[in-house]
């Protein structure tokens, strides 16, 4: 980060010529982690404090592989930034170098960054270690700095979590609802919104396992594929499935984790349908907006489903 301008003075010990800091973001770990590692999220904060801008970027992010930044201050003084990576651990460590070039490319003292990302009940707790400063001076301009741009990756992380919740109460027991969710001859029969058909579906019912989803529009000459793993499975009560959404081209677009929750009330089905959606801006939200009509209609499809299952039962 931009360090201080004051006089600097050799540091008197180790404690002084490192930098420790420690932040609980409310975003999970592999967010956080891809916001470190990934140029489709780095380049929305990519370590500059608030106030300034990146006007270059160029990186490799693999151990080995380089990284050149130009940060602009809002009075039009630019800091060229560069390092390489020395070790990348998905999703609980990243460690690389930081040198502060003159605009002549000539390059400053090194020191050493190493990121650490601990799972804290679905938030992450970051610490910061910067090591080998020369000065005190040096070691708290830099805190300083850190200390902004932490502040706006938060911002920034927080801008990529979007949450649904649906609770719809279903006139069927809980064992039917349940096996309505995990057999395939049920799922063809419901799954999608109003006029899309299931001619393909799938499914591996374990944790682990995945299912897959084609979807064909009314048009009938276009489809979607949903794929999904599931990550809990606690019959009658509960089920949780991650799913990956991608562009044409291959590229990460959005994450979503949904857990259905199926209580009973006495002889009938409350059933709860929470999503965290995360992805991209502003993706994340446009899905978002997509998904909860999409939902409620597939879930009255399958009010219909079960009313006819349990007639010819």
Same mark, same amino acid.
């Given at each position: ?26 975003a999970p770990r592999e ?9 489709? #999220?780095?380049?929305? !904060? ?37 390092? @390489? ?12 170098t930081h040198v502060w ?19 804290? +009940? ?18 708290? $301009?830099?805190?300083?700095? !850190?200390?902004?741009?932490?502040? =706006?990756?938060?911002? #920034?992380? +927080?801008?990529?979590?979007?949450? /649904?919740?649906?609770?719809? =109460? ?23 919104? @109003? ?8 499914? %591996?019912?374990?944790?682990? $396992? ?8 009314? %048009?009938?000459? +276009? ?25 044409? @081209?291959?590229?990460?677009? /959005? ?8 209580? %009973? ?17 502003? #993706?994340? $939200? ?26 010819? +039962?």
């Amino acid at each position: 980060m931009p360090a201080s301008n004051a006089k600097t003075s050799p540091a008197a010990n180790a404690s002084e010529s490192e930098l420790v800091m420690t932040r609980l973001f409310d975003a999970p770990r592999e967010l956080v982690f891809r916001c470190w590692t990934e140029p489709e #999220y780095l380049r929305h !904060w990519q370590g500059a404090p608030r106030g300034f801008t990146v006007t270059a970027y160029e990186s490799d992010i693999r151990p080995g592989g380089l990284f050149r930044i130009c940060m602009r201050s809002d009075e039009g003084v630019e800091r060229w930034l560069r390092g @390489d990576y020395r070790e990348i651990v998905k999703p609980e460590r990243i460690v690389f170098t930081h040198v502060w070039q003159d605009a002549e490319g000539k390059a400053g003292p090194e020191t050493l960054m190493t990121i650490t990302l601990v799972e804290r +009940n679905g938030k992450t707790e970051l610490t910061l270690r910067q090591s080998g400063f020369s000065s005190v001076e040096s070691r708290e $301009g830099h805190r300083h700095g !850190w200390t902004s741009a932490l502040d =706006v990756l938060a911002e #920034y992380a +927080n801008s990529l979590e979007r949450e /649904l919740s649906i609770t719809r =109460v279903f006139d069927a027991p809980r064992e039917l609802v349940f096996k309505a969710w995990t057999e395939p001859e049920h799922l063809k029969q419901w799954w999608g919104p @109003d006029g899309f058909t299931t001619p393909v579906c799938e499914v %591996d019912l374990r944790v682990g $396992g995945a299912w897959k989803i084609v979807m064909r529009f009314p %048009d009938g000459a +276009n489809e979607h594929t949903m794929h999904a793993v599931y990550r809990e499975i606690f019959p009658p009560e509960r089920l949780t499935f991650a799913n990956v959404a991608l562009d044409k @081209d291959g590229n990460r677009l /959005l994450e979503g984790l949904t857990t259905i929750t199926f209580a %009973d009330l006495d002889g009938k089905t409350k059933l709860t349908l929470q999503t965290r959606v995360t992805g991209l801006v502003p #993706y994340a $939200g446009r899905m978002l907006e997509g998904m909860e009509p999409g939902w409620s209609q597939s879930l009255e499809r399958l009010a219909e489903r079960l009313t006819s299952t349990s007639r010819s +039962n």
